[in-house]
């Protein structure tokens, strides 16, 4: 199966430069299921004292706020670039992971927080409702993923959507699981307990957003990017003896530029069939957008 960014250098010029606009459906029906699901889970989690299905709730009122961002991020990425932002407005897909990513450790933190005081005093819950609403997360977060479809992978906004709903379901799971095992045995640290591990887990998940989403703020090599199968695969081209001053950085969440010089015996290539080649292997590697500067090769 091609890259994404294959079909993208096979558009016409003018069209390569702007930015995908993705099908909003998914963002949208996430942020209704998901509004809905926290309001019933925090309704339920306070009504029967429940600090793990609370918890859950409230990480999926961050999802609600990341998936608006990136839903807004992913509308004006879209777009086209003007004379002052030359290259559109992609970035605003990447400070939007930034601050999903902020949401969902505040919310760990404050999660993780009650969690200890209430190993101390543990309050006694009922587990019947508990147990409904999480079955509940379960099913909404895994659909909600599923909206997104399978071609997530070569957007990190859109990534970070569906990790953090798996995640809700995963935390769903484990809520779940407290709610039957108290209802069997009677221990009721088994909640608070639980409310900690989920906000662990939730925060192993922000950090882990937050780290990619700085890293391509900073125009690090975005992941999925090979930096030394792109040098040899442009080393390998025929005709070309040496590359060198090469940068790899992301327009976007979704899309990724690269600036290039290639050493190359003008006698032995035509130019513009070396452009045309270099463009089509570099698309095959992820790499939406290339400038080559060819430069000749200095023959003693």
């Known amino acids: 199966m091609s890259h994404p960014a294959v079909g993208r250098q096979r558009l016409p010029r003018h069209i390569q430069h702007e930015h995908r606009d993705g099908n909003p459906a998914a963002f949208r029906w996430s942020v209704l299921l998901n509004s809905g699901l926290s309001a019933l889970q925090l309704a339920i989690g306070i009504g029967f004292g429940s600090l793990a299905l609370i918890g859950d709730a409230l990480h999926n009122l961050g999802d609600v706020a990341g998936l608006l961002l990136g839903w807004g991020a992913e509308r004006l990425s879209a ?54 609403a999480a079955l509940l997360g379960i099913a909404v977060n895994l659909g909600s993923a599923r909206l997104f479809g399978h071609n997530h992978s ?61 890293l391509v703020s900073l125009d690090g090599i975005p992941p999925g990017i090979d930096r030394d199968a792109v040098e040899r695969t442009l080393a390998e081209l025929p005709g070309v003896a040496a590359v060198h001053h090469i940068h790899i950085w992301g327009m976007s969440t979704s899309q990724t530029a690269l600036t290039a010089h290639l050493l190359r015996d003008p006698q032995q290539v035509d130019d513009m069939a070396l452009l045309h080649r270099a463009k089509a292997e570099l698309a095959q590697l992820g790499i939406d957008h290339s400038t080559l500067q060819l430069e000749p090769l200095q023959l003693d």
Not at 167 to 185: R, Y
Not at 186 to 197: E, Q, S, Y
């Open 79 to 132: 777009l086209p670039a003007n004379r002052q932002f030359t290259y559109g407005f992609g970035r605003s897909t990447q400070l939007a992971s930034m601050i999903n990513a902020a949401l969902i450790l505040m919310a760990s933190a404050v999660v993780i927080v009650e969690g200890v005081q209430r190993l101390a005093k543990p309050v006694e819950l009922t587990p019947g409702p508990v147990a409904v």
């Open 154 to 214: 070569h957007d990190l906004n859109r990534r970070a959507a569906v990790v953090h709903l798996l995640t809700d379901a995963a935390v769903s799971a484990a809520v779940l699981v407290s709610a039957l095992l108290i209802q069997f045995t009677g221990i009721h640290w088994l909640d608070p307990f639980t409310g900690i591990g989920v906000g662990l887990a939730v925060a192993w998940s922000g950090w882990t957003l937050l780290r990619q989403s700085v």
